[in-house]
């Protein structure tokens, strides 16, 4: 692969008891991209970001973050290389307040930290809500409140893990919107996402993911046809 690569995973496999969650995948990301991670429930999307991020510790491979090894690190170390992620259940503290959960994730002076907070509920147009319990917000709301807090510690990965699931028409425009911008202020995305047309709009490159293997990578309107892809989805 080359060095040119932000994030290069090579062979990484995890395994839980029996259960080969993460085979011997590959795949690598160029900077200022979106890239779209996709395949059937239990693929292994999730497991392979949680290797990443150093929440799960992958048995085999190596992963490279900007050419440094980054597998064996802890997640507050790979945080502070430069890679945030969201989750797929949303962890946002519901009896902090919008802005209050936004703060908490850093440790900048106070009002540097409120400054950058309300410029991102700004991004995604939740600014009247910062005084707001995050346990009022509605689910689309909390979700983009996560991903803003990912973006809080400016980091120049963002791996995202299923941010338009249960969010409504106009809250995922703001937020396929808020996704375009990051990347034309030159970040690296990798999204998992199962909604075709989003992935179609939004992602230069998908891999896809099929028993914890990558089976196809290609532009989205390319592995939309693979034929293993679509057996992967609907054949069986
Ligand atoms: N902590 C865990 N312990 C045991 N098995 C797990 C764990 N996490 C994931 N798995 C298993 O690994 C496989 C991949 O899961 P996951 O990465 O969550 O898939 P996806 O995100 O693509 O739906 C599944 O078979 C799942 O049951
Ligand atoms: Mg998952």
Do not use: W
Request: with cysteine.
């Amino acid at each position: 692969m080359p060095d040119a690569s932000i994030l290069d995973i090579r062979d990484v496999t995890k395994r839980f008891g029996g259960v080969t969650a993460v085979n011997r995948c590959s795949l690598a990301l160029t900077p200022g991209k979106i890239y779209g991670l996709i395949g059937p429930n239990g693929s292994g999307k999730t497991t392979l970001f949680n290797c990443v991020t150093g929440i799960e510790p992958r048995d085999e491979g190596e992963i490279r973050f900007k050419g440094e090894r980054i597998d064996g690190l802890k997640p507050h170390q790979v945080a502070r290389r430069g890679i945030g992620r969201t989750f797929q259940i949303i962890r946002v503290f519901p009896e902090l307040t919008a802005l209050e959960n936004l703060l908490v994730v850093t440790r900048e002076p106070f009002e540097t930290a409120r400054r950058k907070a309300q410029e991102l509920l700004k991004f995604v147009t939740l600014e009247r809500l910062q005084h707001e319990y995050a346990g009022n917000l509605s689910y689309g709301q909390q979700k983009l409140l996560e991903f803003i807090r990912v973006l809080m510690t400016d980091p120049e990965l963002i791996l995202l893990d299923e941010p338009a699931a249960g969010v409504n028409r106009t809250l995922l425009n703001e937020l396929l919107a808020a996704i375009a911008r990051l990347r034309d202020q030159g970040k690296t995305i990798l999204i998992v996402e199962h909604d075709m047309k989003v992935v179609m709009g939004l992602c230069e490159a998908v891999f896809v993911l099929d028993y914890g293997e990558k089976i196809a990578e290609g532009p989205p309107g390319v592995i939309q046809t693979d034929e293993r892809v679509i057996e992967a989805y609907f054949g069986r």
